[in-house]
């Protein structure tokens, strides 16, 4: 099974300018987007329904254009799930997940602590309840891998420039050490349990500085699975070439 996660940055422009279909070359058994910032009914038909896929979005109740996740799986699942059960958190439509026969894959598009301290703190809450959400899940039996955009780099090796960003939103010692915690608790970042010393390996450059020419990027998107399943992994890897969004794509084969 081949899994791509991607922030889109707005699903409406990459399929508008030519940057979704092509993603389907790669021939995901399961596509998972976030910051979509769309409801499904705004996409044109053939991408709502793509022919040989199930498709699932959320999106944000409280303003449009907004937040916004979704899953194309081929695979039609058990059960979907939207959100955690938890309203002030599910609101903004940062979560969808489907049961599938041997795996519970979720997409999410997790908050920016940026833009005051009500965000930051709105940001931590939103880690703890997932966390607690998927060890749940795993309580119940079931196999989770969750992926998508977590906005935390975990260690100076994942963002080009640390020692100037250790006082900024998305490597605060406090979100990373969030990180920390689903490790600790027997969740394995695929990226790094591969290539645990890789350097320059980004997946999100600021698009006004240019960032992307340069290689000055942050690895803000990760596969996060139980440690029981990682021997399953067969590989994962970024396409770092692939244009469209702020963020690449992210792949993993399971």
Same mark, same amino acid.
């Given at each position: 099974?081949?899994?791509?996660?991607?922030?889109?940055?707005? @699903?409406?422009?990459?399929?508008?300018?030519?940057?979704?279909?092509?993603?389907?070359?790669?021939?995901?058994?399961?596509?998972?987007?976030?910051?979509?910032k769309?409801?499904?009914?705004? @996409?044109?038909?053939?991408?709502?329904?793509?022919?040989?896929?199930?498709?699932?979005?959320?999106?944000?109740k409280?303003?449009?254009?907004?937040?916004?996740?979704?899953?194309?799986?081929?695979?039609?699942?058990?059960?979907?799930?939207?959100?955690?059960?938890?309203?002030?958190?599910?609101?903004?439509?940062?979560?969808?997940?489907?049961?599938?026969?041997?795996?519970?894959?979720?997409?999410?598009?997790?908050?920016?602590?940026? *833009?005051?301290?009500?965000?930051?703190?709105?940001? @931590?809450?939103?880690?703890?309840?997932?966390?607690?959400?998927?060890?749940k899940?795993?309580?119940?039996?079931?196999?989770?891998?969750?992926?998508?955009?977590?906005?935390?780099?975990?260690?100076?090796?994942?963002?080009?420039?640390?020692k100037?960003?250790?006082?900024?939103?998305?490597?605060?010692?406090?979100?990373r050490?969030?990180?920390?915690?689903?490790?600790?608790?027997?969740?394995?970042?695929?990226?790094?349990?591969?290539?645990?010393?890789?350097?320059?390996?980004?997946?999100?450059?600021? *698009?006004?500085?240019?960032?992307?020419?340069?290689?000055?990027?942050?690895? @803000?998107?990760?596969?996060?699975?139980? /440690?029981?399943?990682? /021997?399953?992994?067969?590989?994962?890897?970024?396409?770092?070439?692939?244009?469209? /969004?702020?963020?690449?794509?992210?792949?993993?084969?399971?």
């Amino acid at each position: 099974m081949k899994i791509i996660s991607w922030n889109t940055n707005g @699903l409406r422009a990459t399929v508008k300018q030519g940057y979704f279909t092509p993603l389907f070359e790669n021939n995901p058994d399961v596509l998972c987007l976030q910051e979509t910032k769309v409801e499904k009914e705004q @996409l044109p038909e053939e991408i709502q329904n793509l022919p040989g896929y199930h498709s699932y979005f959320s999106h944000s109740k409280l303003r449009k254009g907004y937040s916004g996740v979704a899953i194309y799986t081929k695979e039609k699942p058990k059960e979907v799930f939207y959100g955690m059960g938890i309203k002030k958190l599910d609101q903004e439509g940062r979560l969808v997940g489907v049961k599938l026969k041997d795996f519970t894959i979720i997409s999410g598009y997790f908050p920016n602590g940026g *833009q005051g301290p009500h965000r930051l703190k709105y940001k @931590l809450e939103f880690y703890e309840a997932f966390l607690k959400f998927i060890m749940k899940l795993r309580k119940n039996g079931e196999h989770v891998i969750f992926c998508g955009d977590v906005n935390t780099a975990h260690e100076a090796i994942d963002l080009a420039r640390p020692k100037e960003n250790v006082e900024n939103t998305g490597f605060l010692p406090i979100e990373r050490a969030w990180i920390d915690k689903v490790i600790k608790n027997n969740f394995v970042d695929v990226f790094r349990h591969f290539y645990p010393d890789k350097t320059e390996a980004y997946t999100y450059w600021d *698009q006004k500085t240019r960032a992307r020419d340069r290689n000055v990027g942050w690895r @803000l998107d990760y596969f996060f699975v139980d /440690s029981k399943i990682v /021997s399953k992994i067969k590989k994962t890897g970024m396409l770092s070439d692939y244009y469209g /969004s702020d963020h690449c794509p992210i792949w993993m084969e399971i």
